[in-house]
């Protein structure tokens, strides 16, 4: 486990942002694994910045997308993959057929489970995950638990997650109740894993995660078992955690 400290979330969004580029240089066909929320943005607005200057290459990289509201249309603008090409797939030349979201329209959770489980197996796994933390340790939309979700499949979304997500809609009854989400033993099948965490709020979830038993209580936790796993944090967040 390697701890970049950050000063700040501009700071924070540039270190992780160098890490995706060193990847996509490195491997320009690279399969990156992206996620959504206010972590990764402006890691998200960093890449743009650096492709618009000349300096990256999305040409040939493939994406998988960490979850998806069960329910939203691709062009409702709470869905993630709404959130993706606004944010990142439109301002790059990724070739959107290369770019992969679960699909929130499909009514049959088995169905639209082992679709997306196949194009994460055919594309050959993950080489980078990027990666958010909910304030109650989620990581993509694994809520805390008895036990550790495997592969992709339909989640309840906690209350809790609910309440943080409701600020993105007009009223707490238009958040959806479920999501697709990859479960844990797709995102430890990454080969590399990077965690963007800001601000103090997430302080008490990033100690629990990085240095707090492994538990399903605290999904994140299992990052603990990963070999080669990157967090960039800003001090805030950071706060309670040793130096
Ligand atoms: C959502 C997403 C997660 C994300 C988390 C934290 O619930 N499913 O992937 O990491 O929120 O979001 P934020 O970065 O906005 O705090």
């Known amino acids: 486990m390697r701890i970049y400290r950050a000063t700040d979330y501009d ?3 540039r270190k992780a942002a160098n890490i995706i580029s060193a990847q996509v240089i490195m491997k320009p066909n690279c399969v990156l694994g992206l996620a959504t929320g206010s972590s990764p ?19 040939e990289v493939k994406s998988v997308n960490l979850d998806e509201y069960k329910g939203l249309s691709r062009d409702n603008d709470q869905s993630y993959y709404y959130f993706m090409y606004n944010n990142f797939f439109k301002h790059v030349n990724i070739n959107l057929e290369n770019t992969n979201v679960p699909n929130g329209t499909e009514p049959d959770s088995d169905k639209e489970c082992a679709r997306y489980n196949k194009i994460i197996e055919d594309l050959g796994g993950v080489d980078l995950q990027l990666l958010g933390l909910g ?3 989620h990581i993509g939309f694994n809520e805390p638990d008895e036990a550790f979700e495997k592969m992709t499949h339909c989640v309840d979304l906690q209350p809790s997650t609910i309440e943080a997500n409701k600020r993105f809609f007009e009223k707490i009854e238009d958040v959806p109740k479920q999501a697709y989400t990859m ?3 797709t995102i430890m099948q990454a080969r590399k894993i990077l965690l963007v965490v800001s601000g103090e709020g997430k302080a008490e979830t990033l100690y ?3 240095y707090g038993p492994i538990t399903p209580h605290v999904p994140g936790s299992i990052l603990q078992l990963h070999p080669d796993v990157n967090i960039v944090a800003d001090e805030a967040a950071l706060s309670k955690c040793p130096r």
């Open 208 to 210: 629990q995660a990085l």
């Open 11 to 13: 700071d924070m969004s």
């Open 41 to 59: 943005l402006g890691t998200y607005k960093q890449l743009i910045d650096w492709y618009n200057k000349g300096d990256l290459d999305f040409s």
């Open 135 to 137: 304030f109650n340790g």
């Open 183 to 185: 479960g844990i033993k």
